[in-house]
Structure formats: structure tokens, C-alpha cells
């Protein structure tokens, strides 16, 4: 099942933007969150290759070909599993991004009658990027503050509680450590990983992407990963 990943039990701080990233911090509290991006566009190119250690049932092999992360049949497609989870913080509005042939993605969600959150759609015609996959919800963010993410990974309840009320544009900061130790991510794919680097005061300073050596990490000095779970607000279509 690669490409699924569960950090449900490792230790995370939550971070701010600094200005230096080019994200307004208001110095009034902004409300807390009801909408959601969830970025379903992705190509699965891992999922498509061949793994003779995974035991896949015949729809999950199905999904996993397609490349379709997001509906791998876990009882029910993953993604129903988080969805719920952003009811339960208290998302209302949930957007996702979608390719033109993510039909089976919009038919699903349409067929159902949701009772705790609504599912919208948005087009990214091409596969040229995140940015641009976030950019095409632009319309349903409007002027909204709101949570975005990757459909194939699954947060605590806990990091979705606390982005909603977080009051102003920020990240969940997982422990390296504790993701080694408590998920279940493989260390050769956690490398792959931006490292954060956060000031005294709890805001983000700056991202380090593909670093070229992990620095140690401790108890007195951790070392922070993100894992592509946001709060912005609508600064970031600018």
C-alpha cells in the first residue's frame, strides 16, 4: 500500500508562517476554520509499481493501477476515512482537487448523501504542480480561511482540531523521531521530507527541502518534519 501514510501517534507541534514567507498575519484573530482543499490529483506513480510484499485485494489492486491514492478500498476508499476525521474537528465545506479523469472520484462522492460535510470539486486541467492543483480552488476558498492537504495521508484528529483554531495561517511540525519510532513511514521516504526550522516564538523561519544531511535530533533538540498539512488564508493565491 504504498503512499499511505499514518502519523497518528507521532508528537507534532504547531507552527506559524513569519512574514518572511510572504503570509500576512493579521493582528486580529481570524475565525476558526470550516473549509477544506484536498489535493486529489496526484498520478500514484509509486502506487503503480509492482511490490511482491503487498497483499492487495482485487478492487485495491484496481485503484492501485489506476493510481487513484485516495480511493484505495480500505473497507471503504481511504479517503472516506478522512473526510470523516475533518468532520469530526469541525470542517463543514471540504474542496477536491481533482484531474478531468478523476470521474470515478466525483461519481462516488456524488452518489452519496453526506450528513456532517459537503464535497465540492475542482478541475486542475494538468499535473504541472501543488501550487497550481491549490491554486485551482481559488474560488471555493474565496475569502476564507482553510485547511489543505494530500489525499493519501492520514492526520490525527488532533492536528485538524488545532489547525481550525489555530487563529492565523500555520503547520503541524511532526517530531522526526517519534515518526520513526510511532508510524508508518520507512526512514528512506522520510528523508525525502522538508525539515522546518521554527524560532523561540513558535513561527516558522524556514523550510528546508531536500536536505542534504538530517541533523541529529533530541529531546533538547528536536528536529521538525512537515508532512504537507497547512492553514492559509487567501494571502496565498497572491
Known amino acids: 500500500m504504498t503512499g499511505i501514510y499514518d502519523w497518528c501517534k507521532a508528537r507534532l507541534r504547531i507552527e506559524r508562517f513569519n512574514e518572511a514567507l510572504e503570509v500576512s498575519i493579521s493582528a486580529v484573530k481570524q475565525p476558526n476554520v470550516q473549509k477544506a482543499v484536498i489535493l486529489a490529483r496526484g498520478l500514484g506513480k509509486r502506487m503503480r509499481l509492482s511490490d511482491s510484499s503487498a497483499a492487495l485485494s482485487g478492487e485495491q489492486l484496481h485503484a492501485a493501477d489506476a493510481g487513484v491514492k485516495a480511493m484505495i478500498p480500505i473497507g471503504r476508499p481511504f479517503l ?6 475533518l468532520a469530526d474537528a469541525g470542517i463543514r465545506d471540504v474542496c477536491l482537487v481533482i484531474g478531468p479523469e478523476h470521474t470515478a472520484i466525483r461519481e462516488y462522492y456524488d452518489s452519496l448523501e453526506l450528513r456532517r460535510i459537503k464535497v465540492y470539486f475542482a478541475v486542475q486541467e494538468h499535473p504541472i504542480g501543488t501550487a497550481n492543483a491549490l491554486l485551482s480552488a481559488r474560488e471555493f476558498a474565496a475569502n476564507d480561511p482553510f485547511l489543505s492537504l494530500n489525499s493519501d495521508n492520514y492526520y490525527p484528529l488532533e492536528v485538524f482540531k488545532a489547525m481550525r483554531e489555530l487563529g492565523e495561517p500555520g503547520l503541524p511540525a511532526f517530531e522526526r523521531n517519534a515518526l520513526l519510532k510511532q508510524s508508518n513511514v520507512p526512514e528512506e521516504r522520510l528523508r525525502e521530507y522538508a ?5 523561540n516564538y513558535g513561527y516558522l523561519e ?7 544531511a538530517l541533523p541529529a ?3 533538547q533538540n528536536p528536529v521538525f518534519v512537515s508532512l504537507n498539512c497547512w492553514r492559509f488564508d487567501s494571502a496565498i493565491f497572491r
Open 80 to 85: 472516506d476515512f478522512v473526510l470523516s476525521a
Open 217 to 219: 535530533s533530541s529531546e
Open 206 to 212: 524556514e523550510i528546508i527541502e531536500k536536505p542534504a
Open 195 to 199: 525539515l522546518l526550522r521554527v524560532s
